[in-house]
């Protein structure tokens, strides 16, 4: 278990910081990199959770309220495990830790099949707009989608669950977002020569 008795400890000044195993490296390391976009992508997550949680009233059934929020629970957990796992250099991971594997990526697309029967198929893009619910989803989406795309820069030090993991995840980012829709509908792009 983690303790954390003090947060600055000036450890950091230097421009560098500990993986997990204390190996000492630059904050512009890919790794480095890596960990702290999925930290933003969970705080986007996490806004849309304190979204949710915010007694405001969405013209959105309250099951599928109820049902994004626990979702976005699980989610949260899963990119810490995600972000420690790219803390460690490769080989580096502690006996002790948990890591995700092939079947939280398979729960996230049992999640997405289960959203998308409710959803009419789409003929065009969708403009990330609409509620606070949907527009930070939609942030959280293109976090995780960079997050992947760091993460494939180190493709042969990253287990494949883990850009799996990603890759399916913001997918379900976009599949929720569409769920979370109310009555102000879809933004759909219109392309340049039909506008």
Known sequence: MVRITKVHTGGGDGGETSLVDGTRVGKEHPRVSIYGTIDEANSSIGIVRAIIN????????????????????????????????????????????????????????????????????????????????????????????????????????????VVSYLNRLSDHCFVLSRWLTGEEGETLWTPLGKR
């Open 54 to 161: 915010g007694n405001l009233k969405f013209s959105v059934p309250d099951t599928r309220i109820v049902e994004a929020d626990r979702m976005l629970g699980i989610i949260q957990q899963e990119l810490f495990d995600v972000g420690a796992e790219c803390a460690c250099p490769p080989g580096g991971v502690p006996e002790q830790m948990s890591i995700i594997g092939v079947e939280a990526g398979e729960r996230l697309v049992e999640e997405m099949d289960y959203m998308l029967k409710d959803l009419q198929p789409l003929s065009s893009f969708i403009l990330p707009t609409g509620n606070l619910m949907v527009a930070h989803l939609h942030m959280a989406r293109t976090i995780v989608r960079r997050a992947e795309r760091e993460t494939c820069t180190l493709r042969d030090e990253v287990r494949d669950e």
